[in-house]
């Protein structure tokens, strides 16, 4: 099994920054693919950005291009989500997520591990 678990969410001001961090245990060996997603009350569960574990390619949702940045540190099995730029809209509980496959996939349904979540909030 893989454990997700991510840190660094909190409360922001409009136009602040945050860096969201996912620290991967167990068998990493599995992940080939890591990614963001994000849940906005009442809302469907959206990419936000995933990266390639070799290689480190990058691949980022419209909403996200421009103002947040995807990376990893294999060394430590951590990825992590610098957020620039925040806007109230961008408040939502945050979700690393993990696969097999070396693909970046846009789709929940496609990730098999996930973290529990982490709230990020931005005023106005």
């Known amino acids: 099994q893989v454990q997700l678990v991510e840190s660094g969410g909190g409360l922001v001001q409009a136009g602040g920054s945050l860096r969201l961090s996912c620290a991967a245990s167990?068998?990493?060996?599995?992940?080939?693919?890591m990614s963001w997603f994000r849940q906005a009350p009442g809302k469907e569960r959206d990419f936000v950005a995933g990266?390639?574990?070799?290689?480190?390619?990058?691949y980022y949702a419209d909403s996200a291009k421009g103002r947040f940045a995807i990376s990893r540190d294999n060394a430590k099995n951590t990825v992590y989500l610098q957020m620039n730029s925040l806007k109230p809209e961008d408040t939502a509980v945050y979700f690393c997520?993990?696969?097999?496959?070396?693909?970046?996939?846009?789709?929940?349904?496609?990730?098999?591990?996930w973290g529990q979540g982490i709230q990020v909030t931005v005023s106005s």
């Open positions: 997520a993990a696969r097999r496959v070396p693909v970046i996939a846009t789709s929940q349904r496609d990730y098999s591990y």
């Open positions: 167990g068998l990493t060996f599995n992940i080939n693919t």
């Open positions: 990266i390639k574990w070799s290689g480190g390619s990058t």
